[in-house]
């Protein structure tokens, strides 16, 4: 029997709006960016985005890249760093809080590993175990320190994303996550283990994003939105979509982006970009929930159940995608365009919205969260 930790899961009466709010608006963003992975078929451009020739699929994949590439994950891994500390902070001094936090990270990479391995090689799960862990080693640092560490870790994430995606446009075959255009099963279920312990490199830009969360928990921001987070709310959005509108003109195919210098050096604008990006949403949202309070309608609900089941959420939509989008399965990825991709990848999302709300009214947990709950905390 597993012993009972005193540290125990926070009851949903308690929980803040903002950070569930902005997990169930983030997940719709994390469906759109990954439903972009599976399309294949056809030649890439930058970022390994498929080169579209529509009118609508250009302006779709412009729009997707300068709004969302790059800018769903840092979200979520800020709110992933801000929980952290929620659950820090109900047991500071305590071993057993520290031991918990240790053992939910090392179980979230073991879902991630299976979630890699049997479905999307892209998966996050295992990159937020890992960064969990050296999370639990910064709880006691000075805020100064923090945004130190988070400041001075934007250069290497620019340099690897500069070399990640340095490939030139208009290749046939894909530089990374190649089992996403393999049609024998076998063949990709070989290839997805090598994928996912490379997807940690490409997501370097969350460890800056988490550790800005951990400071921010610390001062209760999405709680109680202040000054900063105000100007956040302002000047992140703004400094990613400019940061991330060349990368978006290029993937429409407005803008020919080409030499051993403009293309790195417009991914690592990209990506460090994407960092302000995510956490000015994320403080758009702590916004809105202040002004919400407790008027909450069924729309913001909703959306608040599938952030508290957002493992849950996250993991159907890798089953949806799978069954529809890949070459071994249904093969839409071979077919749909960048606009009948996005339609799918919200669909998909509402669908889970309304699953996670009916799991609500019947008083039921995900059962991700559950697992996850009971590994990391113990019985009882």
């Not at 809105?288 to 849950?312: D, E, F, H, K, N």
């Amino acid at each position: 029997m597993v012993p009972t930790l005193e540290l125990r899961p926070i009851e949903e009466r308690a929980r803040l709006l903002a950070p569930d709010l902005a997990r169930g608006v983030m997940l719709a963003l994390i469906a759109v960016a990954n439903s972009a992975i599976y399309l294949y078929d056809r030649p890439y451009g930058i970022r390994q985005h498929v080169i579209e020739h529509d009118l609508p699929d250009r302006l779709t994949s412009a729009l997707a890249m300068t709004f969302v590439d790059a800018r769903a994950y840092p979200m979520f891994a800020a709110l992933f760093g801000y929980g952290m500390v929620q659950i820090w902070n109900r047991r500071r001094d305590d071993a057993g809080g520290r031991r918990v936090l240790k053992r939910r990270s090392l179980w979230l990479l073991v879902f991630g590993a299976a979630h890699g391995v049997l479905l999307f090689s892209g998966d996050v799960l295992g990159a937020y175990g890992l960064l969990g862990l050296l999370l639990v080693r910064l709880l006691r640092v000075r805020d100064r320190t923090l945004l130190i560490l988070a400041a001075g870790w934007l250069v290497p994430v620019a340099v690897s994303s500069a070399l990640a995606y340095s490939t030139p446009q208009g290749s046939a075959e894909r530089t990374f996550f190649w089992s996403f255009a393999v049609a024998d099963p076998l063949e990709a279920l070989a290839l997805r283990p090598v994928e996912w312990l490379m997807t940690p490199f490409g997501l370097m830009g969350v460890v800056t994003a988490a550790v800005v969360g951990l400071w921010a928990g610390r001062r209760e921001l999405m709680a109680v939105p202040d000054r900063v987070v105000r100007r956040a709310a302002v000047w992140g959005p703004l400094v990613g979509a400019l940061g991330g509108l060349p990368v978006g003109l290029a993937a429409g195919g407005f803008l020919v982006v080409d030499g051993p210098v403009a293309v790195p050096a417009l991914n690592a604008l990209h990506v460090v970009s994407g960092i302000a990006g995510g956490l000015g949403y994320a403080a758009l949202i702590a916004l809105l929930a202040q002004r919400i309070g407790t008027r909450r309608g069924p729309v913001v609900t909703a959306l608040a159940a599938c952030g508290q089941r957002s493992m849950t959420c996250y993991l159907l939509q890798s089953v949806v995608f799978v069954a529809l989008l890949s070459p071994w399965t249904a093969g839409l990825g071979g077919t749909l365009g960048a606009t009948a991709t996005l339609a799918l990848a919200l669909a998909t999302w509402a669908a889970t919205v309304a699953l996670a709300e009916l799991m609500r009214r019947a008083g039921a947990r995900g059962p991700g969260e559950t697992l996850l709950r009971r590994l990391a905390y113990g019985r009882g």
